[in-house]
């Protein structure tokens, strides 16, 4: 059996105002497809300032949608190959 070594590799990047976190991620995959997805936080007005907080909270909604999105792009690539109707476990 052969074993090949394959690797992504995902950026996140995020945009803050005071009281909104924006994230963006995106995924470059072997065949040349980029997948990209966003998740956002916000403050409510009475929380404390907590910068990492709302990275973490926006970045695993972005890691989140990009993770469904990559799931429908197998299972639709499955169901063109096979001609049947896959069901991805969600």
Same mark, same amino acid.
């Given at each position: 059996m052969?074993?090949?070594?394959v690797?992504?590799?995902?950026?996140?990047?995020?945009?803050?105002?005071?009281?909104?976190?924006? !994230?963006?991620? +995106?995924?470059?995959?072997?065949?040349?497809?980029?997948?990209? $997805?966003? &998740?956002?936080? /916000?403050?409510?007005?009475?929380?404390?300032?907590q910068?990492?907080?709302?990275e973490?909270?926006?970045?695993?909604?972005?890691?989140?949608?990009? !993770?469904?999105? +990559?799931?429908?792009?197998?299972h639709?690539?499955?169901?063109? $190959?096979? &001609?049947?109707? /896959?069901y991805?476990?969600?």
């Open positions: 052969t074993r090949i070594a690797g992504w590799h995902i950026d996140l990047a995020f945009e803050e105002d005071t009281h909104r976190t924006r !994230a963006a991620a +995106l995924v470059r995959l072997s065949d040349g497809t980029e997948v990209r $997805a966003h &998740g956002y936080a /916000s403050r409510h007005p009475s929380d404390s300032d910068q990492r907080v709302g973490e909270i926006a970045g695993a909604r972005a890691l989140n949608e990009l !993770a469904m999105k +990559l799931l429908t792009k197998a639709d690539e499955i169901d063109e $190959a096979s &001609g049947r109707t /896959s991805p476990l969600t």
